[in-house]
């Protein structure tokens, strides 16, 4: 591979437009769009959408997302919207088809004390979602504005997805990626990169789980032996799931909140188990569902009942023949722009598990260069930008072209499944 003549024009489209792309995510990051935060979502979303629409010749649309479960505190289960997802789309009946995804949710809700872009004194942008992911989704859009110059982009449709709830396992958007992973040839996740620029590789999937315990109440001095507590049942069922930790190989189960009771003089008659869980593979991934159904299945003492809400919310996604394939051509078109392109496993997850579980070949941390997400240390280094939103532009380039065999990819996934 080689960069050609109206490679180079595109390059030069993204670096003429630094200040502009840069501009418009610290824009977006200081505008709060926490998950949970309805007024954020739809305020970042209509500047999405009026940004989209200045694309050339592409459909936008927003998607109703569909509804999830929600478990309170005290037990109770509710029904939660969520805001829609954003489709831009270009040439869907093109023989090449590539997925572009990207959330515009963060993890700081509306309350937050953390809600501008500061420039810290080393220039490293400082500031929440700036990195994950609101930097991304600006690379992204500047590398698709570059690659609709090219004169081979014909041979290429791509469908850009922007969910809202990828912070919280994305419950509403799954479906709909789901749906795009099966139709696409390739995907382009825009998840930060390490601030080295390192990859994420293989990952993990990842479970959540939230477990009702019910029980009976009753005075704690006058008829103690009368009720059934909850809360300490769920501290029982709280340390049998901790003790799956350690039983199979790259599994971890983490036991994040135990919430419920009431007045001390009263026996509590509700709790909730909140965990979390990590597995390396499909193997483990049953495994560990057949762990967790048989602890739901034995309540510790009798009174109680046990209800299971949750579940397995994203596959692993291993270093297949069709991951390491499509590294490798991400890593010789970097090699082309003087960017050193390295990789290592994750234990996190992203909308990339999604993708390879629907059978999609996908570089899923294509975003700009940062760290420290989901604190108030969450930085992007601004050179970076203009850096990756070449790199992507340059892999759609060197799809079009046929130089990244983006049909051969899709065959080695499918091959997998």
Request: hydrophobic content about 45%.
């Amino acid at each position: 591979m080689r960069i050609l003549p109206p490679d180079q024009a595109v390059l030069d489209h993204v670096a003429a437009r630094e200040a502009a792309i840069i501009g418009r995510a610290v824009e977006w990051a200081n505008l709060n769009s926490g998950s949970r935060n309805a007024a954020g979502l739809e305020a970042v979303l209509a500047r999405l959408v009026a940004e989209a629409k200045t694309l050339p010749g592409v459909a936008v649309e927003r998607i109703p997302t569909q509804g999830s479960t929600a478990v309170g505190d005290d037990g109770s289960v509710r029904a939660e919207a969520h805001a829609d997802a954003l489709k831009i789309s270009a040439r869907p009946d093109a023989p090449l088809q590539v997925v572009l995804t990207g959330h515009y949710d963060t993890v700081f809700p509306a309350e937050s004390g953390f809600q501008t872009v500061t420039t810290r004194a080393d220039g490293a942008l400082n500031g929440p979602g700036i990195a994950d992911m609101k930097g991304g989704i600006s690379v992204l859009l500047a590398a698709l504005d570059a690659f609709e110059t090219h004169p081979d982009r014909e041979r290429v449709g791509w469908t850009v997805l922007l969910s809202p709830d990828e912070e919280i396992g994305s419950p509403a958007s799954a479906p709909l990626l789901a749906e795009l992973g099966a139709r696409g040839h390739v995907g382009m996740t825009y998840e930060p990169a390490l601030a080295d620029g390192t990859l994420a590789g293989e990952r993990k999937g990842s479970g959540n789980f939230h477990l009702i315990v019910t029980g009976k109440a009753a005075h704690a001095g006058r008829a103690f032996h009368e009720g059934a507590n909850a809360v300490a049942g769920a501290a029982i069922i709280a340390a049998r799931l901790h003790g799956l930790n350690g039983q199979r190989e790259g599994v971890t189960v983490n036991v994040a909140k135990i919430s419920g009771g009431g007045p001390l003089n009263v026996v509590a008659d509700n709790a909730v188990v909140r965990f979390n869980v990590r597995v390396p593979d499909a193997q483990a991934s049953t495994w560990i569902s057949d762990e967790i159904g048989r602890i739901a299945a034995e309540p510790p003492f009798p009174g109680l009942t046990l209800d299971l809400h949750g579940g397995m919310t994203r596959a692993p996604k291993p270093m297949d023949a069709s991951q390491t394939a499509l590294f490798e051509a991400v890593r010789e078109t970097g090699a082309l722009l003087g960017q050193a392109i390295a990789w290592k496993p994750s234990g996190g997850v992203c909308e990339g598990n999604n993708l390879h579980a629907a059978g999609l070949p996908n570089i899923d941390t294509l975003g700009v260069l940062g760290g420290d997400i989901h604190s108030d240390q969450e930085f992007a280094w601004p050179a970076s930008f203009v850096e990756r939103a070449q790199l992507s532009a340059l892999i759609l380039c060197k799809i079009a072209s046929g130089e990244i065999d983006a049909l051969k990819l899709k065959s080695l996934r499918l091959e997998t499944m």
